[in-house]
């Protein structure tokens, strides 16, 4: 930074402590950060909308099934010609990436995902990559508010509920819908639900959604608008809906997660490339509505007219039969996270929302047109009301994120007509997908490694330390060979601890410990210098630290298990020091006030 602006900044921080205080500071950039958010996911959506129009002229319209397939090859290769030329970093997907910052870099995110979404999800969304544009759009407002709080000097606490901030803002922007917004960033980002933090959140969601009406006024991504009744008897139809939202949600984690493995093998990005964007190509040249976003799709499907988003089908089958449209709909939840994690395993950028509100649209749809024409039912359902139940359901499912399931769809409808029937759905497929799953889409790598931040304070702050900082080095080692003379005068003597490793001369492996209590009674008899050795006094430590493996949960717990007040720690098989219970806990509570903000 030249100097000027550094003394610029320097004087305008001076200004603020003397001035403002602590909290008023946080509300403002609150404030400026859901603006920033809403301003990136206005560029994101018009870049998107532009090359989508360019694309979509006279020569899709004519020659529409041979460009489906060309397109998304085309557009994955910019892609990866943009990362390695232009960017050149992994630019990561959305909110994982964000969750990672916050769970092991402290809510640090690196300068070149401020743009890294911007340049490239456009381009994989607009040219057909079978994703959405929320995660991308949350990644760029969170790397804009972590750079922002990191130039303003503010903690790691600030900085994770600016995050929180961002993703709020990003979210209102994008659905004009606040609340829905602010309880997003509590549920996925697990935020401390507080007034400190709701306030900040709230003024985030306002900037957002301003700032989107100020570029789009009044238009909204899901025009809703609930017109059926919700009645008493319509409450077992939802449990079933709720039952096949729990298991359809299963199935898109366990096939997004299955392919994204897949994909992990392949170490060469241009084989990815080339088997992720002609699996795409084909997808999308049989399958059409699996193009891009699909809110096209889900609205026709809101306002009844299925048969305008099934045309385009290959197989030129006749609509008018009820069970071709239910089985060519079962089609595209079947086929839709394919296409999507196909997107993502070959390197385009963009986000599972908008695939799980296509999922689940079109799944509560089926579950609607089945039970209304199956011939068991005389009343029938609301497919509309299922529509927009069966987003949630997903939602809840999928995202684990069931209180913004709800309230998304409540207020997209514009009303809470459908409350219960959105809380029964909700509930019931979050409960089957917990029980088959552990984490979420967005959280599954992390919750497998043990770096996932939760809402519970403890595990979130254990998650938080990091063990290097709580290893003290500063023992002195002793060999099985070494007898009680050598001990005393090589390591009591000079050592001011009052533990001693005992290792293996060759390999540096752990043997054993030796504590100053075990050396008391024989290390003043002369006569037993030159008879005993190390390795009659030594004995196993009553558990063993892993600094590969361990995680800062597995060691407070070893150390609750064993009442030991230091433990050992390996390190690829050999030693490398010791942890102690009291630094362990001084650590932990630095930590806490840190994470707290207090």
């Given at each position: 930074m030249p100097t000027k602006k550094r003394n610029l900044l320097t004087r305008f921080l001076i200004w603020r402590i003397k001035y403002i205080s602590q909290n008023q500071f946080v509300y403002l950039i609150a404030i400026v950060v859901g603006f920033l958010a809403g301003v990136g996911a206005v560029i994101l959506k018009n870049l998107t909308h532009f090359i989508q129009h360019l694309l979509e002229g006279n020569l899709v319209q004519y020659y529409h099934t041979a460009f489906y397939f060309v397109f998304p090859i085309l557009g994955l290769t910019l892609v990866y010609f943009i990362i390695k030329y232009v960017i050149r970093q992994r630019v990561s997907h959305g909110i994982p990436s964000t969750l990672f910052a916050i769970s092991k870099r402290k809510g640090l995110i690196k300068r070149y995902q401020m743009i890294g979404s911007i340049l490239t999800a456009p381009i994989t969304v607009g040219f057909g990559g079978s994703v959405g544009l929320e995660g991308p759009t949350v990644a760029t407002g969170a790397a804009l508010s972590s750079n922002l709080s990191r130039i303003l000097h503010l903690n790691q606490a600030n900085r994770t509920l600016l995050i929180g901030c961002a993703a709020a803002g990003a979210m209102a922007s994008i659905f004009k819908a606040p609340i829905a917004a602010l309880i997003f960033a509590i549920e996925v980002f697990s935020l401390d639900l507080t007034l400190a933090s709701m306030l900040p959140l709230l003024l985030a969601s306002i900037s957002g959604i301003l700032t989107s009406y100020f570029f789009f006024g009044s238009d909204v991504l899901l025009p809703f608008k609930n017109t059926d009744a919700f009645y008493l008897s319509d409450v077992p139809f939802y449990m079933l809906l709720g039952l096949a939202a729990g298991f359809t949600s299963v199935y898109f984690t366990k096939v997004y997660a299955g392919i994204q493995a897949f994909f992990e093998k392949i170490k060469s990005p241009g084989k990815r490339l080339l088997i992720g964007g002609v699996g795409l190509g084909v997808l999308i040249y049989f399958i059409p509505p699996l193009y891009g976003e699909g809110f096209d799709v889900i609205n026709n499907l809101v306002k009844g007219n299925p048969e305008i988003a099934l045309e385009n089908n290959i197989f030129q089958l006749e609509l008018s039969s009820i069970w071709v449209v239910i089985a060519l709909l079962a089609g595209l939840v079947f086929f839709k996270i394919i296409a999507s994690a196909l997107t993502f395993g070959a390197g385009g950028v963009g986000g599972i929302f908008a695939p799980v509100l296509f999922m689940g649209s079109i799944m509560g749809n089926v579950v609607a047109k089945i039970l209304n024409n199956c011939g068991l039912f005389p009343n029938g359902v609301s497919e509309s009301n299922f529509t927009l139940v069966g987003m949630t359901g997903l939602m809840a499912g999928v995202l684990y994120a069931p209180l913004t399931a709800i309230f998304l769809i409540a207020e997209v409808t514009g009303?809470?007509?459908?409350?219960?029937?959105?809380?029964?759905?909700?509930?019931?497929?979050?409960?089957?997908?917990?029980?088959?799953?552990?984490?979420?889409?967005?959280?599954?790598?992390?919750?497998?490694?043990?770096?996932?931040?939760?809402?519970?304070?403890?595990?979130?702050?254990?998650?938080?330390?990091?063990i290097q900082t709580v290893i003290e080095r500063d023992f002195i080692s002793i060999y099985p060979e070494m007898n009680l003379g050598e001990i005393v005068h090589q390591a009591i003597v000079k050592s001011k601890r009052n533990l001693f490793p005992v290792l293996n001369k060759t390999t540096n492996s752990l043997e054993g410990i030796i504590l100053l209590d075990d050396l008391r009674p024989v290390m003043f008899d002369q006569n037993l210098y030159e008879e005993v050795t190390a390795k009659e006094l030594m004995h196993h430590p009553p558990d063993i630290i892993n600094l590969q493996e361990d995680k800062m949960t597995d060691v407070m717990k070893k150390f609750q298990d064993t009442g030991a007040w230091n433990l050992p720690v390996i390190n690829e098989g050999k030693y490398y020091g010791f942890v102690s219970k009291s630094k362990l806990l001084t650590a932990y509570r630095r930590k806490l006030i840190d994470f707290s903000g207090k």
């Open positions: 009303g809470y007509e459908l409350f219960i029937p959105l809380m029964i759905t909700a509930a019931i497929s979050f409960s089957i997908t917990k029980y088959f799953i552990p984490h979420s889409v967005y959280a599954m790598e992390l919750g497998r490694k043990g770096d996932l931040i939760t809402h519970n304070k403890d595990h979130a702050v254990l998650t938080l330390m990091d």
